[in-house]
Every structure is written in C-alpha cells, then in structure tokens.
C-alpha cells in the first residue's frame, strides 16, 4: 500500500524558509510518476505548488516558482519543499501527493503556521 | 494558466435525491496523448482530498458507483445518482493536462 507523510516544522516566522518533507512508502519515487506538493489555506481552495520526477525535473506554480524549490532523495525515498520569503499568506495545510496528472495518493497533511 | 470553473458553488440536496456539479476549463483538457486529464476529489471536513474519479469517466477502486463522471473538450460532470449522508464535503475538479496544474473553487454538499 503506497503511503504518504509529510513532516516539518508546523511554525514558521515571516521572511524565514519553509521546509517540509515528504516520506513515502510501499512505492519507489524513482521507479516512476511526479511526486507534487499541494497547499489549502484555511477554508479554502486547493492550489498545486509544484512537482518532481524521480530523476529530478521539475515544474512549478508561476505564482510561486521565484520562492519554491522541490528537491528528491531517492536513497531515502522522499522529496522536500522549500518555500522563502514566506508570508502570512503562505499558512496553510501542505498536502504532498504522488502523480501530478492524477494525484491518487496523497499524505494526511500538514498545518504550517507563519507567525513571528 | 487553465482557470477551471465549478458550478454550483454549495448544492444542497436531499437524501436519496441525484445530485451534479459541472466544472468547465477555459482550455480544452485533452491531451496529445489522447487522454484527458479530469480529476473529482471528495474531502470531507478534516480529512485529505480523495480521488473519487480520474480521467474523465474512470471510477477509483472502493468509490461507490453511485457516481460518475462524464464530459469531454471543456466541459465536465460529475454526478451522484442517490446521495447519502457519507457524501456531505466539498467536492473539487482538478486538471492534470497543462502546466501548472490547477483545481476548480470546490462546490459544498449539504444535506437539507
């Protein structure tokens, strides 16, 4: 059973970095699929962040793509986001899911609070 | 970016009454893979997005079959023949065609 967990810090202060990580188990990130980030603020919408192959290609939201970096760790079968210069309106859950076209797994997310 | 529009916004339905929510793209959705890359997730209050249906028509195993999918090009639905209490949250379309990808506004199921 493929399984999702996404981990970091749920505080975060304003202008600092955001880093979360995903882990992912039951599947190998490198065998195939995007393994993407996506993000819901309080109340709200879902917004797609980016994504990753497991050979490393990228793709972002232009919305976000100067302050966004996706990362992959094959050897331990997890992929990171970074998100800088973070604002209050970057609060949200951080959802990470695998295949960008057709998210079918996702992890049970996490709330990253940006307060000083 | 494809700007995907899901109609109603809240749907009050009854119990054991149809139920359908269109969502149209300002682009059309298929693919030169011939695919086309429609999503329906379920999130029910306090709990992940769940694929209900991926492209188009194609029901996720364990989803009732009491719902559908339909559509093609920009415009797309999906219904539920008989809604039940289970299927109250909000409801989202999703494009996995172009980049980036992007979700409709989410339509909020309630019971009357």
């Known amino acids: 059973q493929v399984q999702l967990q996404e981990s970091g810090p749920g505080l975060v202060k304003p202008s600092e970095t955001l880093s979360l990580t995903c882990s992912v188990s039951g599947y190998s990130i490198r065998s195939a699929y995007y393994w993407g980030w996506i993000r819901q603020p309080p109340g709200k919408g879902l917004e797609w962040i980016g994504c990753?192959?497991?050979?490393?290609?990228?793709y972002y939201n232009p919305s976000l793509k100067s302050r966004v970096t996706i990362s992959v760790d094959t050897s331990k079968n997890q992929f990171s986001l970074k998100l800088s210069s973070v604002t209050a309106a970057d609060t949200a859950v951080y959802y990470c899911?695998?295949?960008?076209?057709?998210?079918?797994?996702w992890g049970q997310g996490t709330l990253v609070t940006v307060s000083s | 970016d494809v700007v995907m529009t899901q109609s109603p916004l809240s749907l009050p339905v009854t119990l054991g009454q149809p139920a359908s929510i269109s969502c149209r793209s300002s682009?059309?959705?298929?693919?030169?893979?011939?695919?086309?890359?429609l999503n329906w997730f379920q999130q029910r209050p306090g709990q992940s997005p769940r694929r209900l249906i991926y492209k188009v028509s194609n029901r996720d195993s364990g989803v009732p079959d009491r719902f559908s999918g339909s559509g093609s090009g920009t415009d797309f639905t999906l219904k539920i023949s008989r809604v039940e209490a289970e299927d109250v949250g909000v409801y989202y379309c999703?494009?996995?065609?172009?980049?980036?990808?992007?979700f409709g506004q989410g339509t909020k199921v309630e019971i009357k």
């Open positions: 990753i192959s497991g050979s490393g290609i990228t």
């Open positions: 999703m494009q996995g065609t172009h980049w980036p990808r992007t």
């Open positions: 682009q059309s959705l298929a693919h030169s893979d011939g695919n086309t890359y």
């Open positions: 899911a695998r295949d960008s076209a057709n998210p079918d797994y």
